[in-house]
């Protein structure tokens, strides 16, 4: 599975952005797809995913009520839908894809960057 993430840009505190991640491949082995961030000098954490049939979708606390995930199966893409944005969402963003079967996130985009100032 190949992942593409895109939208990533510079955006004042309130503003809103768009991230998509394009996937190609085996993906009709995915069971989910997520987003994911990295600030810097800090760990990767999760941000959001969503199941990719079902279309459950679960948040970090941190954007709940800001962010929604959502995904084109025709397209085979995941949106993630960003509003009220904060400075502390600052982070580079990757997205990823869980396997069916699988506890873990074996493949990954190569990450879009998002600045928010204040």
């Known amino acids: 599975v190949q992942l593409q993430a895109s939208g990533g840009g510079l955006v004042q505190a309130g503003g809103s952005l768009r991230l998509s991640c394009a996937a190609s491949g085996r993906t009709f082995s995915t069971f989910a797809m997520g987003w994911f961030r990295q600030a810097p000098g800090k760990e990767r954490e999760f941000v959001a995913r969503?199941?990719?049939?079902?279309?459950?979708?679960i948040y970090a606390d941190s954007v709940k009520g800001r962010f929604t995930i959502s995904k084109d199966n025709f397209k085979n893409t995941v949106y993630l839908q960003m509003n009220s944005l904060r400075p502390e969402d600052t982070a580079v963003y990757y997205c990823?894809?869980?396997?069916?079967?699988?506890?873990?996130?074996?493949?990954w985009g190569q990450g879009t960057l998002v600045t928010v100032s204040s």
């Open positions: 990823a894809a869980l396997m069916s079967g699988r506890s873990v996130y074996d493949y």
């Open positions: 969503i199941t990719w049939s079902g279309g459950t979708s």
